[in-house]
Each structure stands twice: as C-alpha cells, then as structure tokens.
C-alpha cells in the first residue's frame, strides 16, 4: 500500500509572531515549550499581550521555568493535557476576531488544539502551529474506532480489537487522528516486522 | 472554454433594479430546470455579436424555487468593452442567450460561527445570494450594504423584507460611510468576512481586516477584474504553431478564442488561476492584472493569466 505523503497530512509553518494580531493565545505541550521561546523571547511589546496556557504535568523540566521568564501578561498552568485543553477551549468561548492562536507541541497535541478550534469557525491554517518533539501518534482503528494515542511504530497492535494496523498518514481534522488499518486483510497472520514511525 | 457544458436559456424577464443596474431572468431554454448553486457562484454568459462572441462573468442572484430560472444584475460601465452594453441595449424578453455552468470562486465557509457580509454597488449580487444561503441555514450573519444613493432601490427593498435590520444601509449621498473599524471590533471568534464591491473598496476592507487584528484566512473577497485594455502585440503559441494579434481592446483570452484556439479558463477576471501559462519569451515588458500569480511568480516573469493580463511591447510566446 502506498504510504506517501498525502492531502490530508498537515503541514506545520513553524511559530511566526503576527505583529498584526491584538492578542496572543499561545498553548503549548511539554515537548514545545522552545519553540515559544524561540518565537517571543525578547518580543516585550507582543508578550504584554500574550496568554500562555501549558500543563504542569507536561512541560519538561527546566521548561516551565524559561515559560515564566517570559513573563507573559498572563501564564495559565493547568493539571493535565485535558484540563488545558478545557481552559483553552473556556479562553476562546470567550475570545474575539483579533486573537491569534498559536500551538506548539506534539502532532497530536497540536491536532486536538486545531480540531476544537475549528469547532468555533476557525479556519484551521489560521492557526500557526509548530511541530516540536518525538514522533508519535495518535491513531484511529478504522474498524473498531478505538483511538490509540503514542502509536510509534507500524504496524502497531491495536488496544481495541487487537488487530494488527498499518499506520497511515490520512489525517482525520476532525478526529486530529491518523486511520490505522489491518495489515493482514488479505493473508491472515501475514504481518510484517514494525518499523518506528519516521516522521 | 473550459467552463465545461454550455446552457441555453431565454430572457424570461427584464428588470430595471437601479439607475444603471438591469436584472435578467434566465430560463432554461428547454424548460427544465436549471441547476443547483451554492451562493457565490456565477456564470459567464455568451453574446452573440455579428461574427464576435463576448463573454462576461456575473454573480447568480438566486434561482426561482422551483428551478425554473436564475437572476443576473448587470451595472451599465461607461468604459464597457461591449459586454454590459450589449445586455444593456441588445438583450430582449425573448431573446437567447448561451451560460457556463454555475462556477463558485468566493463559497462561504459553513463552519463560521458568523458571516458578515460586506458590499458596494453592483457587487452586492453574490452577496444577496449568500444572505439567503445563510437564512434558510438559519445562520449568524449581518449585511452591510453601501450605495451612492437610492437609486440601488430595487436590491434594498428586496433585501430590507427579506433579511430586516440584519441589513444596515450606507447612503454616500447622506455622508453615510461603511467604516470596517466600527464593524469588525469585538466580533466573535470564528466569525468570517466576505466583500464584494469596487476594487478600492475591497482593498480597504481587506486592510481594515488585518489592522483589526483578523487573521487573512478570515477574509474573503469576489474580485472579477474587467480585461485592462492596452497597445496591441503579436501573441505566438509555441506548440500549437498559432500566431494572432491581440488587440488594445481585448484580452489575450478573446483573441485566442477569436483566432479558434480555445485555451484552459474559467472566471475571466483574473481570480481562479485556471488560465495561468507558462512564458517562453517576452519580447517587452509583462503587464500583470490578475489577483491569483504571487508576487514571487509575476517577478520570475515565468508565468501569465491569458484573461486580464497583456504585455506592453511586441510578441510574446506563450508555451501552449
């Protein structure tokens, strides 16, 4: 089966500041918490206007620390991944047209940022967005729809069904999950070494 | 043309909407009904001129509920190139006339949490369709309409009963100015802009928009760029072995479909891309009018759009 890059496998342009927004919503996961310092460490004038939201849980030692150095007008530090995703998804009920939204983190990270903001009407390449961290993701078993999340090699086993799913990179917005599908459909038992993920 | 399937229709009915503006009624000649569009779609319609065929984009009003017919509005230019003079002073009840099928470059972005819906003068045609589309979806939406004066009545009735005080008027002849940093401000995220009007008010919405705070991606606009006229040059297609002169009053589009060649293109107004060929040489200077090329695409001098664009010397050729 061809595994190419496809369509549906977003593209992430890297954290560019837009002078031109009103407000910063910056989310991060641990694994991007550089890459918001890289794009506004020093940028005074724009963190006056930035709201950082991350999880305790997850930013990397050392990480949190340069967060709060950024000394952003606001630092929002949540429990959990789930309760910053609910606190985000409470700031943009809330939010304007003049907010930018950034996101920086893992795929699936930043795929579940991107799906609950396109639920509110935001087009989703409005959203800037930085991939930073291992490869690993998260995965929907077409056949029973059990997701998987940390999936790093293919083909994986399901923790679904238990069938053996060859990772592709269809990308579902809405799920923020890729489509694993049975490796051995046509020769029952036929199912190849795993190879880690590359990308 | 590239439009695809062609369909006849008969002008059902003639209506003078405004001091300078008819709407037409289309039929489909056949009886049958015509096919469905999305709001913000339009067709090109084809006028039959002595041995010349001129063919204008226009914005689909609406279609009749029963499918029976589709509504064009057609602003009489002073400058026009023949098109809306023709509709204006050649076109009967009665008469008929050939469409492309419905081609939609300025949808609406049904996700949205909220539509606002900005036009000026004539553009306000796919902007009535929209309003409509949003209506019956029972969407968010407000419409903001300038004109020079009343004499846009006929859109402004129909609007007003339709949609209400969901439609705020712009007068310029009571000083009545449609400013977007008193529109845009405090607009929920998720809510989209759509403009539709004269060049300069575009831009200016368009500006108004990220100086707000927007991000692009928010922002949609209809331009359809009517084909800048210029001085005449030789056109010479490589492959195809054809060599014609375009003439200062037409698009290189025109004098190629003139001369027989039908080349790849679809909106005619420098919007969709679909023209955009590749230039083995320039013997001159390449004028760009389209709105689709980047600028890293005009400055490589590599590509050009046969339908608004021209070049100001003597031969260009073109690899086709």
Not at chain 1, 45 to 63: F, K, P, S, Y
Not at chain 2, 102 to 111: A, M, S
Not at chain 2, 205 to 222: R, S
Not at chain 2, 291 to 318: F, P, Q, T
């Amino acid at each position: 089966m061809n595994t190419d890059v496809m369509d549906s496998r977003p593209t992430y342009g890297g954290l560019r500041l837009d002078p031109r927004a009103k407000s910063h919503l910056v989310v991060v996961d641990g694994d991007g918490a550089p890459a918001v310092l890289d794009a506004f460490a020093g940028a005074e004038d724009e963190l006056n206007r930035t709201t950082i939201l991350c999880a305790h849980e997850d930013v990397a030692a050392g990480g949190l620390e340069r967060l709060c150095a950024l000394r952003a007008a606001r630092l929002q530090l949540s429990g959990s991944s789930e309760d910053l995703l609910t606190e985000f998804e409470r700031v943009l009920d809330g939010a304007d047209m003049s907010v930018r939204i950034y996101v920086a983190g893992r795929e699936s990270f930043i795929g579940k940022v991107v799906a609950s903001a396109a639920l509110r009407g935001v087009v989703p390449d409005s959203v800037v967005a930085e991939r930073r961290g291992g490869v690993s993701r998260r995965v929907q078993c077409v056949h029973c729809k059990h997701i998987d999340e940390g999936v790093t090699a293919s083909p994986y086993r399901c923790s679904g069904c238990g069938q053996h799913l060859l990772v592709r990179d269809h990308f579902s917005r809405r799920l923020a999950a890729f489509q694993g599908v049975r490796i051995d459909a046509e020769i029952p038992g036929e199912v190849p070494p795993a190879m880690e993920l590359a990308s | 043309m590239s439009g695809g399937v062609e369909i006849a229709v008969v002008v059902a009915e003639i209506e003078q909407a405004a001091r300078n503006v008819k709407r037409f009624r289309f039929a489909a000649k056949d009886g049958g009904s015509l096919p469905h569009f999305a709001a913000g779609s339009h067709v090109v319609v084809l006028m039959r001129d002595g041995e010349r065929t001129i063919r204008n984009a226009y914005s689909l009003i609406d279609r009749a509920e029963d499918g029976s017919s589709y509504r064009i509005g057609v602003l009489r230019t002073p400058n026009s190139r023949g098109g809306s003079k023709f509709m204006h002073e050649r076109v009967s009840v009665g008469d008929e006339l050939r469409i492309t099928m419905p081609v939609n470059l300025f949808p609406l972005f049904h996700p949205g949490r909220k539509h606002l819906l900005i036009a000026g003068g004539i553009g306000v045609t796919p902007i009535y369709a929209m309003a409509d589309e949003l209506q019956r979806r029972g969407a968010l939406y407000e419409i903001h309409y300038a004109v020079r004066d009343e004499a846009h009545g006929a859109f402004i009735d129909e609007m007003r009963a339709r949609h209400g005080d969901r439609l705020k008027l712009y007068r310029r002849d009571l000083e009545e100015i449609l400013a977007v940093d008193q529109i845009l401000p405090g607009q929920p995220l998720g809510t989209h802009l759509y403009v539709c009007g004269p060049e300069g008010m575009i831009e200016a919405v368009l500006e108004g928009g990220l100086e707000a705070g927007w991000p692009k991606e928010h922002l949609h606009a209809e331009r359809f760029q009517t084909p800048p006229t210029g001085e005449p040059f030789a056109l010479r297609l490589a492959k195809a072995g054809l060599t014609c002169e375009v003439r200062g009053d037409q698009s290189m589009l025109e004098a190629l479909e003139e001369a027989g060649f039908d080349p790849p293109s679809l909106c005619r107004g420098g919007a969709c891309g679909q023209c955009a060929v590749d230039v083995l040489e320039a013997d001159g200077e390449l004028i760009h009018n389209d709105h689709y090329l980047s600028a890293a695409e005009r400055a490589s001098g590599e590509k050009i759009m046969l339908c608004v664009s021209r070049l100001k010397g003597r031969e260009l050729v073109l690899d086709l």
